[in-house]
């Protein structure tokens, strides 16, 4: 089955081609079976591999070298395929969710202009995450790292006539240019120390002895930064719920099933690498938790309803995170697992509400939706329930996970770190049920041109929605980290610590029942006793988003235009490449110029510059003598 690897990457990308090239021509009908045939084509081959790999019991894995790329000396490097078990859960969440969301799109975009070019960014984008998963070699990886970032440009801005959505489009594609710099030091130093960049072999060589020439921390640091932008954790978390401008499908897409699961994921594929790096590992859980932590207070009072999933995002993400840094790989990706599932459907769920209320996502104009579209507000209300840990929902198994090896790892867990994690948990079951209860519950604040419009999405949507939402109730049961053990070994639990794993499995039913008690107390009633509360510094101080961007722009943004500006513009371009180009072309002109009078036609004066030129050559022949 090995050589369907190759099939499962490149019928995307096929997709890409015949919808760009032929879409407009052969019309919606060619556009829908391409775009989302093809997807369903990879889940199909995708599955075929991963049976195949179970069947041989998951010891060794599939390998499938497409081609050479380029052979440098001794050293070779190819367009290689690997499907081990950590691959396999992410090519199957990559194709799987993907594919729904394509089916999705074909409802909610059904009557955009630009349908062809729609699906051919989205069948490129699912190309370059799969080239990114299913990579043996850190370069390949690196070529879908960066194609998942152009394609997520050309998504994100993909109404481009909209200036803003624009902006949105290049702020995402230049911060993780920023977070790429790291990853591409990364690269360069796991070669220069090892003189290859087979991820398997990379691992290998860092659990062996003697330890490689570049410290594991120095490359875990460097590769993190690369995680840091793509997974949009602090400090380069801002380019994310500006990532909203762009089609609601595509935004489940970034945040549930492709680019910003890719830093959680080069972390586990590269576990061999950061179990022997304890001070990276401590930089990935601390910035984990403090993203987590962070992002969720200002979900709290996010108004947009695809902003506050967008920072639901970033939160989640940290926590994947958490469990990353203490050595936890595998719940990190059974994290990665179940948010695919649930985000998809919130995210989906959020496009069907915007659907139905012909554009409008501003959360304190709906209100009273539960009854009007009953197929959203239940699969929403799953998803919502899910994300907060309700049990037995898939977040619960998930993120109970998380907290446990938050507090209990030997590889870095602590009490403070479980504190900051449990309480960024209570906030997420907070701000989610405020969203659930102000878009589906109370009173109407609809205008009454969108309340006469309110309608239920079509079949195509719905059928979509429901699948996701019965993946996140059962999509928990499936015991991913231990299936995953044998690759990406659990941290070991200090015997002491066992006594509180029940307690703290009870404190976090009790965290998700506390967040849905504390969303229906304030935001029940029509949110009366959430006016009563006076805390207009705090609330403008998150509505501000800490005023982040601000500061980015005043500090990095205007200083930087300065010196683009003062410096390299008018010194380094006008003054010296233009001045040195312009002067010399002048000179040229010039001497042009003066020479020219020597062409006046007047034989006198041509004689007489013989006469001269011969006087010079005799005393120049003499001087000689």
């Not at 849905?516 to 705090?538: E, I, T």
Request: proline share 4%; net charge positive.
């Amino acid at each position: 089955m090995a050589h369907l690897l190759t099939w499962i990457v490149v019928l995307p990308l096929v997709g890409f081609v015949l919808n760009g090239l032929l879409g407009n021509r052969f019309g919606k009908s060619f556009v829908t079976v391409v775009g989302c045939g093809l997807p369903l084509a990879a889940f199909a081959a995708a599955m075929a591999c991963v049976l195949d790999l179970i069947a041989g019991g998951a010891r060794e894995p599939l390998v499938h070298v497409a081609y050479t790329w380029a052979v440098v000396g001794d050293r070779t490097f190819e367009v290689a395929f690997w499907l081990d078990r950590l691959a396999a859960v992410m090519v199957l969440i990559v194709t799987g969710v993907g594919s729904l969301i394509h089916i999705y799109s074909t409802g909610y975009m059904h009557e955009d202009r630009s349908y062809a070019r729609y699906f051919a960014y989205l069948n490129l984008f699912l190309f370059f995450m799969l080239l990114l998963v299913l990579g043996r070699s850190l370069l390949v990886l690196f070529v879908g790292w960066e194609g998942v970032g152009l394609a997520s440009y050309l998504l994100i801005g993909f109404w481009f006539e909209d200036a803003e959505k624009a902006r949105a489009g290049k702020k995402a594609f230049v911060t993780n240019r920023i977070g790429d710099a790291g990853f591409l030091l990364g690269m360069f130093a796991v070669f220069w120390a090892l003189g290859t960049l087979d991820m398997d072999k990379v691992n290998a060589a860092y659990m062996a002895g003697p330890p490689p020439a570049v410290a594991a921390s120095v490359v875990g640091v460097l590769l993190f930064i690369g995680a840091t932008g793509k997974s949009a954790q602090i400090p380069l978390y801002v380019w994310l719920p500006d990532a909203m401008a762009g089609p609601t499908p595509v935004s489940a897409l970034i945040h549930a099933a492709t680019m910003v699961t890719a830093g959680v994921y080069l972390v586990a594929r590269m576990s061999g690498v950061y179990m022997h790096a304890e001070f990276a590992s401590s930089v990935v859980a601390v910035i984990g938790v403090a993203t987590a932590f962070f992002a969720a207070t200002i979900a709290v009072v996010q108004n947009d309803i695809k902003k506050v999933l967008a920072y639901s995002t970033v939160s989640q993400l940290g926590l994947m995170f958490v469990a990353a840094g203490v050595g936890a790989y595998g719940v990190a990706i059974f994290h990665v697992y179940t948010h695919a599932f649930f985000k998809a459907c919130l995210f989906l769920g959020a496009g069907s509400v915007i659907h139905a209320l012909s554009g409008e996502q501003d959360i304190r104009r709906m209100g009273g939706l539960a009854k009007r579209i009953p197929v959203t507000f239940v699969t929403f209300a799953v998803a919502t329930a899910a994300i907060a840990g309700i049990p037995p929902l898939a977040g619960f198994f998930s993120k109970d996970e998380i907290l446990w090896y938050a507090f209990a790892s030997g590889k870095g867990g602590s009490p403070l770190l479980w504190a900051v994690a449990a309480a960024t948990a209570l906030l997420t079951a907070f701000y989610m049920f405020r969203l659930l209860w102000l878009t589906f519950f109370g009173r109407s604040r609809m205008s009454h041109e969108v309340e006469h419009h309110v309608h239920e999405s079509p079949l195509s949507m719905t059928a979509v929605l429901t699948i996701l939402a019965a993946l996140s109730a059962i999509g928990g049961f499936l015991a991913l980290p231990h299936w995953l053990e044998m690759q990406l070994p659990l941290p070991p639990v200090p015997d002491a610590l066992h006594h509180f794993e029940w307690p703290l499995l009870v404190v976090s039913v009790v965290i998700a029942a506390s967040g849905l008690l504390g969303a229906w107390y304030f935001f029940g009633n029509d949110a009366a006793r959430a006016q009563r509360v006076h805390a207009k510094g705090l609330h403008r101080l998150l509505s501000a988003k800490y005023y982040v961007d601000e500061c980015y722009e005043r500090w990095l943004g205007r200083p930087l235009v300065w010196v683009s500006d003062r410096l390299f513009l008018n010194v380094g371009d006008r003054m010296l490449l233009d001045g040195t180009l312009n002067g010399l072309a002048r000179l040229a002109q010039r001497g042009a110029g003066v020479l020219s009078r020597i062409q006046t036609g007047s034989l006198h004066r041509y004689v007489l510059f013989v006469l001269a030129g011969s006087a010079v050559l005799l005393l120049w022949s003499i001087g000689r003598v």
